[in-house]
């Protein structure tokens, strides 16, 4: 499976784990399955690890398309772990559509996941 997510409540936060090949279907459909589940919150934070992505099929008009919504409270700590060029790009491109478009949730991008989980968790 791609994209694989889990709510940590114990910590309030969104973890999501892609791997292999990652397309805007499979990031919608890791949305809609967070966002629909009864415990999550939208002041949760979020755990977005993409370091096992091989390659990623998301155009820019997708990326802005996913940035347009809102999902996560203004005050929500986003962490990206991401170690190849392309996902960082797209990871990059993400964050400043975000912020375009009123988002006011903190959004940062990393490259080890020790640095996202001691950032989330401060």
Known sequence: MPCDCELDL??????????????????????????????????FFQLYDVRDVTRASLT??????????????PDARRACITTNGETY?????????????GGN???????SIEAAEAWLAG
């Open 10 to 43: 114990s910590r309030r936060w969104v973890k999501v784990r892609a791997s292999g090949l990652l397309t805007y279907a499979e990031v919608m459909a890791t949305r809609r399955k967070f966002a629909g589940d009864p415990n999550f919150k939208p002041d």
């Open 60 to 73: 820019a008009s997708e990326v802005i398309e996913l940035a347009k919504t809102p999902i996560f409270a």
């Open 89 to 101: 790009g797209i990871a990059r491109m993400f964050q400043i559509y975000r912020e375009l478009n």
């Open 105 to 111: 949730e903190q959004i940062r991008l990393f490259r």
